[in-house]
Every structure is written in structure tokens, then in C-alpha cells.
């Protein structure tokens, strides 16, 4: 093979079974992946330095094509109401087909870290077909020095081939697109889909089946820390704001997406963020804006403006998930380090379309295990097809598609370590305030700043608070500088009736997602479930 790049001699792709008769293309960086990329007509440049691809039929992720190999170490471990079995003859099928594939092609190899704890992390190398997907997760996940490529030996390989097309009849697979994940041996195959978030989250669901037995619990969640060491943690869900509140100016970017909480504090698992930038501007997102628009930057599925080339980010017509790939150093205040000491609050995002939840509440360790598990947001009317009304979103520990393991794992390891560090933890409601999605507005932006400074800075405990009669969680009364009014949501609703209605159904509807978690948790945790009789009142 025509090998080319920096890489441990001893560690080769032979060592996975693959072969090329083209060439093999070694951590190459961004330079160089601008111009394969541009020359292979894959991708575009922006006006302002970004490099722009589009991922074809696939915007988003395949959940539906993702699957975990059923062997004797899985079988009685993994979550399989959630998850979709492979039998391991299927995927050797798969494998052998991809290597199959892959001969002839031109190849791009990385090979980086998931996790920025040395004691606990996850060498990775990551196999492309297209040398954007290569500059896409060398911007995600955490690159070595040039010095220790020469000694790298991975433990997960993960090969993209986009232009693979699965066989449902060969291969047990539901279409020609496919994510099969082999957590014995760490391997990943994906095919018929470009869409390169598939490669970060298969690293995220490797790093939620292997923490767990080391005491570690993996977090979908942003996280920042303050000028005296105070970290926190946000939870939530797309487009509740997880990226977009974690990068504040006053405080230091952990990261945007994924962490780990251990005996030794906090880390992350990523190099890098991966922000949704429909309707970026520069005066909301200064920071993620600036990251979005520079050279090195990978934008994917953004329109660009015919004659300056500069993106168009309130331009949906390709997708609502166009999304702005860099890495983490681009935002000015990131951490160096990735890591940062026991945090002192936990934050849970809902962007409540029902427009019931108040915009922050303060959540005894109980409750906060309850909206843990219940990882609830709202979608809303015209995000997705059929869709008309604002709809209830429930994914366990804000996470779901990428748990290997019962959620209740994972909520009894949060649940532990709230306790044994007194942490604070709060619900925060990105969504709606007087009235539904289409009738009330969207919660101002400033008031939620406003309301998570102090939270943060622990001015926020000495509020007075009342106890909301749905849920049962404390909700602030007065807070300096913010519209007393948003803080009790049912005085924003014109027809108070119909907010009393409104917050009933929007408590059945927890109390009907719950139902499957009740064998799993303690009373403490059931008597935190909201009324209905409560809301009816």
C-alpha cells in the first residue's frame, strides 16, 4: 500500500484487515484535508474560510440502521428494548464486506483519544473513505501530539464507508444504511450514510458501555467552569441550548457535548464542539458564530450565498440540523485541559413547547433523578413532518439513543455522586412563556443567562421560593434583574384555564413515561413524580 502521512509503523490499517490498492492517507491535517477534499470535488469553501459538505438524503442521525452485536458479553448487559441486536455471524458478514469494499479506495486515518482523562481514556482510530469526514473527527475528538502518533496503538477502530450499501438479507440490517457497533471488540462499521455526527456518537456509546464499570458516569452534557473552580454540568437534549449556555464568556468551556463525572471530577470526552447553527448570528452566539465562520471550520448541510460565498444560516431548505463542526480552542475561553474538579452544579435543559415549566426550578437530589431518567423536551409544530402540535420528546438521561445499558444505571451513578458532593441541581426551560408554541414566545434569552448566573453563583439559594403545584419543585418568587412575571408561568397565560389544562396533560404525559422506570427506583424517586390531581386543581 501507498502509505503517506505519520503514523506507528508497527500499527498499520493491516492490522484491522484492511488493504487498499490506492493510498492511505495518515493523520493528515487541516491543510492537507482542504485540499483532498476540494480536489475530490467533495466538498466547498466558504467565503470565510469554512469548508462546507453536504450530507446527501442522510441530515441527521439513523437510529433506526444502528445496531449493537449480540455475543456473550452483551447479551445479558445491554438495554435491548432500546437497542437493536446484530448476531456476530451477521456482522463478520458486514466486516468482511467492508474490507471488501474498502480495496482500491483512497483511505484517511486518524487516530485520536475519547476521553481528556489520561487514567480513563479511549484510543480510537477512525478509518474514512472521505477526507472531510477525516478533518470532521479530528475537530471532534481529541488529537495527540505529533511525537505520540508514533506510538499510538488504538483500542476502538471505527471504518466509515459511506458508499457502502448494506444487504438486509446478508447482513440483517433494516435498509442499505447501517451503524453496527461491536463493544467486545470495539470495532464500528458505517455505511450508506455521510453523515459524520454517526462517527462521534458511536465513540460516545463505547464510552457509555466501558465507564460505568469503572465508576465513571458518561454525561450527553455540556460543561463550564467558573474563575474559582466551580464547575457545572448542563443536561438537555437538541436545541435546548446545551451549547449555546455552556459557552459563556464569564466562565471556562469544558465542552459542549459529552463528559465524563469520576472520582477525580469532571472530563471530556471531546476535543471539539459540534453546534446546531440554524439561525446563527453574531450578536446572540458570538463565540460559536466566530468559531463557525473561520478556516478549519466544517459546516455541514449550510447554504452558502452565490456571489460572497458566505453561509446562510437562517437558510433551512436542506435541513433544520445544519450543524458547524471545530475544534475546542477556537472558542476563546476553552479549557486547555479538558478536565476541572467535582462540579458544584447540575443544570437540566427543556425547551418546554407546552409552555408550562417555569424558567428555572431548583430540584431536590430525588427530583432531579426523576427528570434525569425522564430527559424530558418538546418538539414543535413543522420541525418534522406530521408533526402539528407542540409533542412531547422523552429520552432517558437526556441520552437514550446512545445507552448501551439500562438507564437506571446510569441515574443510580448520577444519583450517587450528587450525594456524596452536595450538588445543586436545577430544571431550566428554554422553551415557551405565555402560551404554547405558537401562541406565547420564546423565554428571552436574558432572563435565562440571568437566571443560570445565579444559580451558578449560588446567589440564587437565597432566594425565596414557592412550590409549584404540578411538579413540586421549587420555583424562585423574585430574582434580581429578571421580569418577576416569567417566574410563575401561569400568570403569563392570558386564559388561565387553559394553562391548568395545559399543565395536566403535560404532567400525564410524565407520569406515562415513567411508568417503565418504576421497578427500577427507590420510593424517594417515585414520590417525586408531578400530580395530575394537583395540575387539575
Given at each position: 500500500?501507498n502509505?503517506?502521512?505519520?503514523?506507528?509503523?508497527?500499527?498499520?490499517?493491516g492490522?484491522?484487515?484492511?488493504?487498499t490498492?490506492?493510498?492511505v492517507?495518515?493523520?493528515l491535517q487541516a491543510?492537507d484535508?482542504?485540499?483532498?477534499?476540494?480536489l475530490?470535488?467533495?466538498a466547498?469553501?466558504?467565503?470565510?474560510g469554512?469548508?462546507?459538505a453536504?450530507?446527501?438524503?442522510h441530515?441527521?442521525?439513523?437510529p433506526?440502521d444502528?445496531?449493537?452485536v449480540r455475543?456473550?458479553?452483551?447479551?445479558?448487559v445491554?438495554?435491548w428494548?432500546a437497542n437493536?441486536?446484530m448476531?456476530?455471524?451477521?456482522?463478520?458478514?458486514l466486516?468482511?464486506?467492508?474490507?471488501?469494499h474498502a480495496v482500491?479506495?483512497?483511505?484517511?486515518?486518524q487516530d485520536?483519544v475519547?476521553?481528556?482523562?489520561p487514567?480513563?481514556?479511549l484510543p480510537v482510530?477512525?478509518v474514512?473513505?472521505?477526507a472531510?469526514?477525516?478533518?470532521?473527527?479530528?475537530?471532534?475528538l481529541?488529537?495527540p501530539?505529533l511525537?505520540?502518533?508514533e506510538?499510538?496503538?488504538?483500542?476502538?477502530t471505527?471504518i466509515?464507508l459511506?458508499?457502502?450499501?448494506a444487504?438486509p438479507e446478508r447482513?440483517?440490517t433494516?435498509?442499505?444504511t447501517?451503524i453496527a457497533i461491536?463493544?467486545t471488540?470495539?470495532?464500528v462499521l458505517i455505511?450508506?450514510?455521510?453523515?459524520?455526527?454517526e462517527m462521534?456518537k458511536?465513540?460516545?456509546?463505547?464510552l457509555?458501555?466501558?465507564?460505568?464499570?469503572?465508576?465513571?458516569m458518561?454525561?450527553?452534557c455540556s460543561?463550564?467552569v467558573?474563575?474559582s473552580?466551580d464547575?457545572a454540568?448542563f443536561?438537555?437534549?437538541?436545541?435546548t441550548?446545551?451549547?449555546t449556555?455552556?459557552a459563556d464568556?464569564?466562565?471556562?468551556?469544558?465542552?459542549?457535548?459529552?463528559h465524563?463525572?469520576?472520582?477525580?471530577?469532571?472530563?471530556?470526552?471531546?476535543?471539539?464542539?459540534?453546534?446546531k447553527?440554524?439561525?446563527?448570528?453574531?450578536?446572540?452566539?458570538p463565540?460559536i458564530f466566530?468559531a463557525?465562520?473561520?478556516?478549519?471550520?466544517?459546516l455541514?448541510?449550510?447554504?452558502?450565498e452565490p456571489?460572497?460565498r458566505?453561509?446562510?444560516?437562517d437558510?433551512?431548505?436542506k435541513?433544520?440540523?445544519?450543524?458547524?463542526?471545530?475544534p475546542l480552542?477556537f472558542?476563546p475561553?476553552?479549557?486547555?485541559?479538558g478536565?476541572?474538579?467535582?462540579?458544584k452544579n447540575?443544570?437540566?435543559l427543556?425547551?418546554d413547547?407546552f409552555g408550562?415549566m417555569?424558567?428555572?426550578?431548583k430540584?431536590?437530589?430525588?427530583?432531579a433523578m426523576?427528570h434525569f431518567?425522564s430527559?424530558?423536551t418538546?418538539?414543535?409544530?413543522g420541525?418534522?413532518?406530521?408533526v402539528?402540535e407542540p409533542?412531547?420528546?422523552?429520552?432517558?438521561?437526556?441520552?437514550s439513543?446512545?445507552?448501551?445499558?439500562?438507564p437506571?444505571?446510569?441515574?443510580?451513578?448520577?444519583?450517587r455522586?450528587?450525594?456524596?458532593?452536595?450538588?445543586?441541581?436545577w430544571?431550566?426551560?428554554t422553551?415557551w412563556t405565555g402560551?404554547p408554541?405558537?401562541?406565547?414566545?420564546?423565554?428571552?434569552?436574558?432572563?435565562?443567562r440571568a437566571?443560570?448566573s445565579a444559580a451558578l453563583d449560588g446567589s440564587l439559594?437565597e432566594?425565596?421560593f414557592?412550590t409549584?403545584?404540578?411538579f413540586?419543585?421549587?420555583v424562585p418568587?423574585?430574582?434580581?434583574g429578571?421580569d418577576t412575571?416569567i417566574l410563575?408561568?401561569?400568570?403569563?397565560?392570558a386564559?388561565?384555564?387553559?394553562y391548568?389544562r395545559?399543565?395536566?396533560?403535560l404532567?400525564?404525559?410524565?407520569?406515562d413515561?415513567?411508568?417503565?422506570?418504576?421497578?427500577?427506583v427507590?420510593?424517594a424517586?417515585l414520590?417525586?413524580?408531578p400530580?395530575v390531581?394537583?395540575a387539575?386543581?
Amino acid at each position: 500500500m501507498n502509505e503517506i502521512g505519520q503514523w506507528n509503523r508497527a500499527c498499520g490499517i493491516g492490522l484491522s484487515g484492511l488493504t487498499t490498492e490506492g493510498s492511505v492517507y495518515y493523520n493528515l491535517q487541516a491543510p492537507d484535508l482542504y485540499r483532498e477534499s476540494l480536489l475530490r470535488g467533495e466538498a466547498e469553501l466558504s467565503g470565510d474560510g469554512a469548508l462546507v459538505a453536504h450530507t446527501g438524503q442522510h441530515t441527521g442521525r439513523s437510529p433506526k440502521d444502528k445496531f449493537i452485536v449480540r455475543d456473550r458479553n452483551t447479551a445479558d448487559v445491554v438495554w435491548w428494548n432500546a437497542n437493536q441486536p446484530m448476531e456476530l455471524d451477521a456482522f463478520e458478514r458486514l466486516r468482511a464486506d467492508f474490507i471488501a469494499h474498502a480495496v482500491g479506495r483512497d483511505l484517511f486515518v486518524q487516530d485520536l483519544v475519547g476521553g481528556a482523562d489520561p487514567a480513563r481514556n479511549l484510543p480510537v482510530r477512525v478509518v474514512t473513505e472521505m477526507a472531510w469526514h477525516s478533518l470532521f473527527i479530528r475537530n471532534l475528538l481529541i488529537r495527540p501530539e505529533l511525537a505520540e502518533l508514533e506510538e499510538f496503538l488504538p483500542r476502538m477502530t471505527i471504518i466509515d464507508l459511506p458508499s457502502f450499501r448494506a444487504d438486509p438479507e446478508r447482513h440483517g440490517t433494516r435498509s442499505e444504511t447501517v451503524i453496527a457497533i461491536d463493544l467486545t471488540r470495539l470495532i464500528v462499521l458505517i455505511g450508506g450514510t455521510a453523515y459524520a455526527g454517526e462517527m462521534k456518537k458511536a465513540v460516545f456509546t463505547a464510552l457509555n458501555h466501558l465507564l460505568p464499570e469503572q465508576g465513571v458516569m458518561p454525561m450527553h452534557c455540556s460543561a463550564n467552569v467558573g474563575p474559582s473552580g466551580d464547575s457545572a454540568i448542563f443536561f438537555g437534549l437538541s436545541g435546548t441550548g446545551k451549547t449555546t449556555l455552556s459557552a459563556d464568556p464569564a466562565r471556562t468551556l469544558i465542552g459542549d457535548d459529552e463528559h465524563g463525572w469520576g472520582p477525580d471530577g469532571i472530563f471530556n470526552f471531546e476535543g471539539g464542539c459540534y453546534a446546531k447553527c440554524i439561525r446563527l448570528s453574531p450578536e446572540a452566539e458570538p463565540e460559536i458564530f466566530a468559531a463557525s465562520t473561520r478556516f478549519g471550520a466544517v459546516l455541514e448541510n449550510v447554504v452558502l450565498e452565490p456571489v460572497t460565498r458566505t453561509p446562510d444560516f437562517d437558510d433551512e431548505s436542506k435541513t433544520e440540523n445544519t450543524r458547524s463542526a471545530y475544534p475546542l480552542p477556537f472558542i476563546p475561553n476553552a479549557s486547555a485541559s479538558g478536565r476541572a474538579g467535582q462540579p458544584k452544579n447540575v443544570v437540566m435543559l427543556a425547551a418546554d413547547a407546552f409552555g408550562v415549566m417555569p424558567p428555572i426550578a431548583k430540584l431536590t437530589p430525588a427530583q432531579a433523578m426523576y427528570h434525569f431518567l425522564s430527559g424530558y423536551t418538546a418538539k414543535v409544530a413543522g420541525t418534522e413532518r406530521g408533526v402539528t402540535e407542540p409533542t412531547p420528546e422523552f429520552s432517558a438521561c437526556f441520552g437514550s439513543p446512545f445507552l448501551p445499558r439500562h438507564p437506571s444505571e446510569y441515574g443510580a451513578l448520577l444519583k450517587r455522586l450528587i450525594a456524596e458532593h452536595g450538588v445543586s441541581c436545577w430544571l431550566v426551560n428554554t422553551g415557551w412563556t405565555g402560551g404554547p408554541y405558537g401562541v406565547g414566545r420564546r423565554m428571552p434569552i436574558k432572563a435565562t443567562r440571568a437566571l443560570l448566573s445565579a444559580a451558578l453563583d449560588g446567589s440564587l439559594n437565597e432566594a425565596e421560593f414557592r412550590t409549584d403545584p404540578s411538579f413540586g419543585f421549587a420555583v424562585p418568587v423574585a430574582v434580581p434583574g429578571v421580569d418577576t412575571s416569567i417566574l410563575d408561568p401561569r400568570s403569563t397565560w392570558a386564559d388561565k384555564a387553559a394553562y391548568d389544562r395545559q399543565a395536566k396533560k403535560l404532567v400525564g404525559m410524565f407520569i406515562d413515561n415513567f411508568a417503565s422506570f418504576e421497578d427500577h427506583v427507590d420510593h424517594a424517586v417515585l414520590g417525586a413524580a408531578p400530580r395530575v390531581l394537583e395540575a387539575a386543581e
